[in-house]
């Protein structure tokens, strides 16, 4: 049966198989198409719900260092809480540069991530077209 959260799958004296069980909080978190500068990029995600779970707070790491960025390890810049397409501006980057980027969302004491994107920023000077061999999806 479960009790407080965990389920005992057969007791034999002393020995219990005692299962962890944990609710997958229901919504998912993408990126969108991101227009990338020398210094400064705009980024969009989108959060779906896949139940009653609310989305407190969402929006995107980055980092030039780690391929993986997190809340914990990285940048972030928030846009906003619910669900739905958000976008954001991340500023101060360096031209001619690898950023690994992510969007974000949290809910019910979840964060959960998209997959990372990389990018590359375009060289300084080089105006403000974007074509999409300036980021790479991985």
Sequence with gaps: ???DGFADFGRSNSDANVIRCVKDVGFTVST???DVMSEYAV???NVKYNDATPVTDRGFVWSSTTSEPTLSNATSV???AGDGDYTATITGLKP???YYV???????NVTKYSRMV???TKKSGSGDDFTEDDYEWE
């Design 118 to 120: 990389e990018i590359i």
């Design 78 to 80: 928030a846009s906003g």
């Design 102 to 108: 992510r969007a974000y969302a949290t809910g019910g």
């Design 96 to 98: 001619e540069t690898t």
């Design 32 to 34: 969108g198409d991101f």
């Design 1 to 3: 049966g479960i009790r």
């Design 43 to 45: 980024l969009s995600g």
